[in-house]
């Protein structure tokens, strides 16, 4: 069974600066998706990025970005220039590519971020 | 326009009682999703519905049943409510079986007391 792993339960930092959050995978599929969600006090569930695994590039959206380690099944997002709106719960996912039959998202315990002024 | 609407946002109940959650999507998707979030805010599938068909069943007890009208609804139905159904639950939408991005509700916190 595919496991996702967040290492960080709590992070925080200082607005404009960078952060790291951790996110390691286990799978023996060789195709899958991998995600950022970020959960913030409304407790709106919202996509920050996605990964496909085939594609070696990262994927970067404005100030996010992830460092994707396939063979170490390592996924992180770093957020550059935090801002306060970016505190939220942070939970990284991972969903099995397959030609039918859908496919649930598993999620890891989630990081909770928060933004110092 | 909210994409994947779900009612009611908080639901405060009594141990035994059976109370149903409503979920629609206006996204045009086929596959639809319930998760549920536990105290410690780990998400878990709980079931898909593909075209008003059951695609996933997530080992969930048959006190839930989840109904799918049509393929932009999918309800959530839960008899004799207990102690441990309190949690936050969300439906999400897919495009289709195949569709990697999955758009979720706002959830709906229901307490069991």
């Known amino acids: 069974a595919q496991t996702v792993t967040q290492s960080q339960p709590e992070m925080s930092v200082q607005e404009a600066e960078t952060v790291t959050l951790s996110c390691t995978y286990d799978t023996s599929e060789s195709d899958y998706y991998l995600f950022w969600y970020k959960q913030p006090p409304s407790r709106q569930m919202i996509l920050v990025i996605r990964q496909e695994a085939y594609k070696q590039q990262n994927a970067t959206e404005n100030r996010f970005s992830v460092n994707f380690q396939k063979a170490a099944k390592s996924f992180s997002l770093k957020i550059s220039d935090s801002q306060l709106g970016d505190a939220a719960m942070y939970f990284c996912?991972?969903?099995?590519?397959?030609?039918?039959?859908?496919?649930?998202?598993?999620f890891g315990k989630g990081t909770k971020l928060t933004v110092n002024p | 326009d909210t994409a994947v609407s779900q009612t009611p946002k908080y639901l405060v109940t009594q141990m035994g009682n059976d109370k149903s959650i409503k979920c629609e999507q206006n996204?045009?998707?086929?596959?639809m999703y319930w998760y549920k979030q536990d105290s410690k805010k780990f998400l878990k599938i709980m079931f898909s519905y593909n075209n008003k068909e059951l695609i996933i069943n997530e080992t969930v007890p048959n006190r839930f049943s989840p109904k799918s009208p049509d393929k932009a609804h999918l309800n959530l139905h839960i008899n004799s409510l207990e102690l441990g159904d309190s949690a936050v639950y969300f439906c999400?939408?897919?495009?289709?079986?195949?569709?990697?991005?999955?758009?979720f509700g706002a959830g709906t916190r229901l307490s069991v007391l």
């Open positions: 999400a939408s897919s495009q289709n079986l195949q569709g990697n991005i999955q758009y």
């Open positions: 996204l045009g998707h086929d596959t």
């Open positions: 996912a991972y969903r099995r590519v397959t030609q039918g039959g859908s496919e649930k998202l598993v």
